[in-house]
C-alpha cells in the first residue's frame, strides 16, 4: 500500500501548484520498496527516507515506510497536512472536521518547531486564504525571530514573499516590523511629491501587488523606494 501524505495532498485539495516535491508513506519495508524501484528510478538513501528523483522536472518524490500510518499522520504539523490519499483506492484519510482552517495537531508543536507559525501563516495564503486557528494567530503575533534558525527563516520568508497580499498580511500581524524594522518608518511616511498621493509603504505595498510573482522581482519592489526614509529632501 501507497499513501500520498503532506502538502502534496493539501495542495491537490486547493488546487495550490507551488510545490512538486511529493511525501509517500508506503507500508511495504524499506528493503521491499528498493526492490520495487530497482534500476528503472533514479533514487538515494537519507537515513530512513528513499528520496527518488525526478531529474527533468527538479522535484522529488520521499518514500517513508511505516507500520502504522494513523500514528505517523499525528506527528504531523497541521490537521490539513495529516491527510492521506490511498492511491489505489483513490479515497483520503483523516480528513478534519475543519478542512478549511489551520490547526496544530499538537499544541506544543511550537515549541519544537519555532518556525510553525510562519509555516501556518504560508500555507494559509497558498491556499488562499485559510481560517488560521486562534492558538497558531497568537503564536504568529508573538512570533519571535531570534528563536529560529536564520536560514531556515530566509527559506520560509522568501516562499511567503511570492504571494500577491503577503507585504500586507505580515504587517497585520506585527511581523514586517519584526523581520524588517525600516519598514516601521514607512508607514505614515509622506512623500512630499506630485507624483505620489499614497503614503511610502502604501506606494511599495502597490508596487509590490501588481509585479508578476517572482521572487527576484517582489524583492526588487520591496527595497526599491525604501532608501527615502534617508535621502528626501523637502
Not at 490511498?86 to 478534519?96: F, H
Not at 512623500?191 to 517582489?218: C, G, M, T, W
Request: one cysteine or more.
Amino acid at each position: 500500500k501507497f499513501y500520498w501524505v503532506g502538502g502534496g495532498v493539501r495542495n491537490i485539495l486547493f488546487n495550490n501548484t507551488k510545490s512538486d516535491d511529493l511525501d509517500v508513506i508506503t507500508l511495504p519495508s524499506k528493503e521491499e520498496v528498493k526492490s520495487i524501484l530497482g534500476k528503472d528510478f533514479y533514487h538515494i538513501e537519507i537515513n530512513d527516507v528513499i528520496r527518488v528523483k525526478d531529474i527533468e522536472r527538479n522535484s522529488h518524490i520521499d518514500i517513508y515506510s511505516t507500520d502504522d500510518l494513523m500514528e505517523d499522520l499525528k506527528r504531523r504539523d497541521f490537521a490539513i497536512n495529516s491527510i492521506a490519499l490511498d492511491l489505489k483506492a483513490n479515497e483520503y484519510i483523516n480528513m478534519p472536521d475543519e478542512i478549511y482552517e489551520i490547526k496544530y495537531n499538537d499544541d506544543n508543536y511550537t515549541k519544537e518547531v519555532p518556525l510553525a507559525p510562519l509555516r501556518a501563516l504560508r500555507q494559509s495564503m497558498q491556499c488562499g486564504g485559510l481560517y488560521i486557528d486562534d492558538k497558531i494567530i497568537e503564536d504568529i503575533i508573538n512570533f519571535n525571530i531570534n528563536s529560529v534558525d536564520k536560514d531556515n527563516l530566509r527559506k520560509e520568508l522568501f516562499q511567503i514573499l511570492t504571494e500577491v497580499r503577503s507585504l500586507s498580511i505580515l504587517r497585520a500581524y506585527g511581523l514586517l516590523d519584526k523581520l524588517i524594522p525600516k519598514f516601521r518608518d514607512t508607514y505614515g511616511f509622506n512623500q512630499n511629491s506630485k507624483y505620489h498621493d499614497l503614503s511610502l509603504f502604501q506606494h511599495i505595498n502597490k508596487a509590490f501587488r501588481v509585479i508578476p510573482n517572482k521572487l527576484e522581482l517582489k524583492l526588487a519592489m520591496l527595497f526599491h523606494d525604501i532608501a527615502k526614509l534617508d535621502c528626501i529632501q523637502i
